[in-house]
């Protein structure tokens, strides 16, 4: 079974919105898992943090570049992490990936395969 599989990226312009979902596995979205992310990358970038959300407690955490537009939630019963994009801009243009991290270990080890958002002018 594939632990992480993203969904709902597109072509759209800017100012629209995207909500991005992440169907997880019953492994990584176990009580075993700490925290779930988004990640993005854009051509000729480095992957970046987007927004991330405690599986137990729900606290959320966003990068300056996003907050106010993005709104990361999650679903334990449907196992399914979820990004809300409004308020999209040409510089969210990226492949975004889903992301876990399990308690005790220090980085996310866990990813999908990504969903392309490309925002035009």
């Known amino acids: 079974q594939v632990p992480l599989v993203e969904s709902g990226g597109g072509l759209v312009r800017a100012g629209e919105s995207l909500t991005l979902s992440c169907a997880a596995s019953?492994?990584?979205?176990?009580?075993?898992?700490?925290?779930l992310a988004w990640f993005r990358q854009a051509p000729d970038q480095e992957r970046e943090f987007v927004a991330s959300?405690?599986?137990?407690?729900?606290?959320?955490s966003y990068a300056d570049s996003v907050v106010g537009r993005f709104t990361i939630s999650k679903d334990n019963a449907k196992q399914t992490l979820f990004l809300q994009m409004d308020l999209l801009r040409p510089g969210d243009t990226a492949v975004y990936y889903c992301?876990?991290?399990?308690?005790?270990?220090?980085?996310?080890?866990?990813w999908g395969q990504g969903t392309q958002v490309t925002v035009t002018a």
């Open positions: 992301a876990t991290k399990k308690f005790g270990r220090s980085a996310y080890e866990t």
């Open positions: 019953s492994r990584a979205f176990s009580g075993s898992t700490m925290s």
């Open positions: 959300i405690s599986r137990n407690t729900g606290a959320t």
